[in-house]
């Protein structure tokens, strides 16, 4: 895992340890010292911790004028033992709502595991956003890991389709991929 580093030709438009607003504001990061661990394999230092001890984040765009942001994950999102989604709404979703973001896009092809319990923070989150034309993607998650989400009812404040699991996001740029997911969603709906 300590190779799988997260998504960098997009720091020319955004990097959260400048951004003022970021709940990473200031971090400093190594190239060299792999110091974060899950279930004891080192991950890449440029993966950022927000108080889960099985899932790290990297917060890759954020566009205030716009009210969207891009968010790539690793790690076992554990709701059951560890309480992901509780780490990740206080600590970086409050915060970047807090601020007029309301479009998320999650990329989770790095979770190698999901495990949902109550769904109250997603409907808090979903709440937070949906009178702003807010939305949820979550693009390119394994397969048995939206089976789990749509076990855990989760999938009603969370956008799954199999269409949103087979994105190139990578050659888009940040701002295009956000368009495209908004005009995607609104294909889905109708």
Known sequence: MHNIEPYWKWRDFYTAEEDEKSPFFGREYSEFEFSDTIYNYYIHPQWDYFGSDTLYLKLLFVDYKHGSAIIEFIGEWNDCLQNDVMFLKREVIDVLVEN?????????????????????????????????????????????????IQQSRIHHYININERYNEINWRKYKPYHLISYLDDLLIKVIH
């Open 100 to 148: 007029g973001i309301s479009k998320f896009v999650l990329i989770g092809e790095n979770i190698l595991e999901f495990f949902g319990a109550s769904n109250e923070y997603y409907e808090e989150w979903y709440d937070d956003i949906k009178d702003k034309d807010g939305w949820i993607i979550a693009i390119n998650f394994r397969t048995h890991i939206l089976e789990e």
